[in-house]
């Protein structure tokens, strides 16, 4: 193998194999993957509640940090029925709202969908988590699209991802 063979290694190169590989699928399997995971979060987000003795903080900011993932795999999903430029899409204001438009009405509908399940309720905290995620998600996408992106850029906004949806599940965790 040649140097010029060798794989990146990285966040940044790896996050990008990731993408141009979601991309490259049709856009059949695009929808199939999406109404897939659409499945799996409203099967997970309408679980019944345990019945816990007291309130369990820990317990609560995992279940509710939970929510920033599920979304925001969710919006990556989307991310390959969006317009391209070149092998990376184009991810300009129109889209950012409408992506964030739809999180928000799936996350709503899930709340309000929870709230039907006894010994669940609706949180609003859990719907800024959730858009706390797909934030994140497409704030790094966005990133890996730019041709001046770097690693220490990308592990930034990784970092800074993280730190955000944990922010967002600990005041979904103490609003209740």
């Known amino acids: 193998m040649t140097k010029g063979d060798a794989i990146e290694r990285g966040f940044m190169p790896a996050l990008r194999r990731l993408g141009q590989g979601l991309l490259s699928l049709p856009r059949v399997a695009v929808l199939g993957l999406l109404l897939g995971w659409s499945y799996l979060m409203l099967w997970a987000l309408t679980l019944p509640s345990e019945k816990l003795e007291g309130i369990n903080y820990l317990k609560s900011w995992v279940s509710d940090l939970g929510h920033a993932p599920l979304f925001g795999v969710w919006v990556l999903c989307m991310v390959p029925l969006l317009p391209r ?3 990376w899409v184009l991810l300009g204001k ?5 992506l964030l438009a739809l999180t928000l009405a799936f996350g709503v509908t899930s709340e309000w969908l929870q709230s039907s399940i006894p010994g669940r309720t609706a949180a ?3 719907v800024v988590t959730d858009l706390v ?3 994140c998600v ?7 699209g730019d041709p001046e992106a770097s690693e220490a850029g990308t592990r930034s906004r ?3 991802g993280v730190v955000a949806c944990c922010a967002a599940a600990l005041l979904a965790t103490l609003s209740v």
């Not at 497409?138 to 890996?144: G, I």
Request: hydrophobic letters at 65%; a neutral charge.
């Open 85 to 87: 430029r070149f092998e």
């Open 94 to 98: 129109r889209a950012w709202a409408a």
């Open 124 to 126: 609003w905290g859990d």
């Open 133 to 135: 995620g797909a934030i």
């Open 138 to 144: 497409l704030w790094v996408v966005s990133y890996l």
């Open 158 to 160: 990784l970092l800074w």
